[in-house]
């Protein structure tokens, strides 16, 4: 269990190509609405929601990044702590799925393996699709990560994303809790070993006559 005042929070990265749907997925699970028109993001922005999750509340900061090369420099900075990530192509925009690689690389380079997911999104316009579905999963299996279709725009498989995400980070920090207390308690039974032998090694108090 975790310290039951503690309150966990974690900082999402929602990253992939411009237009993707980035900032209207974000929209969409903190503020419930999703708006047609487009409107390029700046640099960051970040909106959040609390969430129950096994009971834990779970607060998500979900930060939307710019998927414009011009902003780069700005964004980079925003990976730094990142904790959990979502990489998003669109269904009709393949130049956004073959990003996807240098996209994992850019975050990864900031904050090393943390709990990651790939989303395709807008898969309402499965008619106008660019992109198999083998190849997106052949994707998905070659860099490990679970994989969900959806479509911010009918509100599908967007809840699931990020519930995914706060179940593996919350699972990767009970694992590493445990780990570090594995670790305290080979130390102290080290340390219990080698005042044993110590003391074995001393001479008993009756006994301080003899030669020692
Ligand atoms: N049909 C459809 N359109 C969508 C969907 N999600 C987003 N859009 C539209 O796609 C366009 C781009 O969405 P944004 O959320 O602004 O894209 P973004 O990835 O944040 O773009 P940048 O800020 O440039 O990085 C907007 O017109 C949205 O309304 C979807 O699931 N289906």
Redesign the pocket.
Same mark, same amino acid.
């Given at each position: 269990m975790l310290e039951e005042d503690m309150e966990v929070a974690i900082k999402v990265v929602v990253v +992939?190509n +411009?237009? $993707? +749907? *980035? %900032?209207?997925m974000i929209q969409r699970y903190c503020k419930g609405i999703f708006? *047609? !028109?487009? *409107? *390029?993001?700046i640099g960051v922005d970040f909106l959040e929601r609390q969430i129950l999750v096994n009971d834990e509340e779970v607060r998500l900061m979900l930060w !939307?990044t710019? +998927?414009?090369e011009e902003f780069d420099a700005i964004t980079k900075a925003y990976y730094r702590g990142a904790q959990a990530c979502v990489l998003v192509f669109s269904t009709t925009d393949r130049e956004s799925f073959q990003a996807i690689d240098s996209w994992r690389e850019k975050v990864e380079a900031e904050v090393g393996d943390i709990p990651t997911v790939l989303v395709q999104? &807008?898969i !309402?316009?499965l008619e106008e699709t660019v992109i198999k579905n083998e190849e997106a999963e052949a994707l998905a299996k070659r860099l490990k990560l679970r994989f969900y279709r959806a %479509? $911010? &725009?009918e509100d599908l498989n967007v809840n699931e994303v990020f519930k995914y995400l706060a179940e593996k980070y919350l699972q990767r920090l009970k694992q590493q809790t445990a780990e570090e207390t594995e670790v305290v308690h080979t130390t102290s039974n080290k340390i219990a070993l080698d005042l044993h032998q110590w003391s074995a090694h001393k001479k008993p108090v009756n006994d301080y006559n003899s030669s020692w």
């Open positions: +992939g +411009g237009a $993707v +749907g *980035k %900032s209207s708006t *047609k !028109d487009y *409107k *390029k993001t !939307d710019a +998927g414009q999104n &807008k !309402d316009l %479509s $911010v &725009k």
